[in-house]
Structures are given as C-alpha cells and as structure tokens.
C-alpha cells in the first residue's frame, strides 16, 4: 500500500515563503507524475503545479513566477517551494503522485493535505 505524507504547512504572513514537501512511502518501486494541488473552503480541489519522472513542469497561472515544483525521484519526493504568498494561497494542499508497486502499477494517490495559512 502507498501513502503520500505532505509536511511544512503553517501559518505565514503574506509575502512570506513556506516550503512543502511529500513523501511517498510503501512497497514502491517507480513513480510517474507528481504534483500539488489545493482547496480552499468551498471551492474545488484545484491544481496548483506538477511534475513528471523527467523532471518537465507545470503551474496554475496564479502561482507561475511565485512558485517552484520539484522532486527527488530517489526519496520518492515531491517539494514545492512557495514564495511571495497571498492570502488567496490559503488553502488545503493536497500532493498526487502516480506511483507502481509490484502488485499495481501506474495507480494514482493522494495525501491527506496540509493546511496553508496566509494573513494579510
């Protein structure tokens, strides 16, 4: 079984920075894409930046510039760097990783989320 861990949520005042990180962990022995995606209170679950196994990068228009996707393909690790926060940043941030065990392969998970706050 995969679980996904996402850690360096807080509070932050806007214009300050704050790192994510997400660990996939179990009998893994690939992962494909990775990336991060948020959710603020009643609104949907949106993408906020991914990453594939070669390293090629996407971004929501809103984070592009502020935001930095990267991963650790050996730690099974996805991070994102998050500069010159807003206050319309708070949200949940949820990592997604597709990952292959040697029972199912190319299967898609998700972390439990890590909240960000942001005061203006």
């Known amino acids: 079984q995969v679980q996904l861990v996402e850690s360096g949520g807080g509070l932050v005042q806007a214009g300050g920075s704050l790192r994510l990180s997400c660990t996939a962990s179990g009998n893994i022995f690939s992962t494909g894409a990775m990336g991060w995606y948020r959710q603020a209170p009643g609104k949907q679950r949106d993408l906020v930046a991914t990453i594939t196994s070669g390293g090629s990068t996407n971004y929501a228009d809103s984070v592009k510039g502020r935001f930095t996707i990267s991963r650790d393909s050996a730690k099974n690790t996805v991070y994102l760097q998050m500069n010159s926060l807003k206050p319309e940043d708070a949200a949940v941030y949820y990592c997604?990783?597709?990952?292959?065990?040697?029972?199912?392969?190319?299967?898609?998970?998700w972390g439990k989320g890590t909240l960000v706050t942001v005061s203006s």
């Open positions: 997604r990783a597709v990952a292959s065990t040697w029972s199912k392969y190319g299967m898609d998970y």
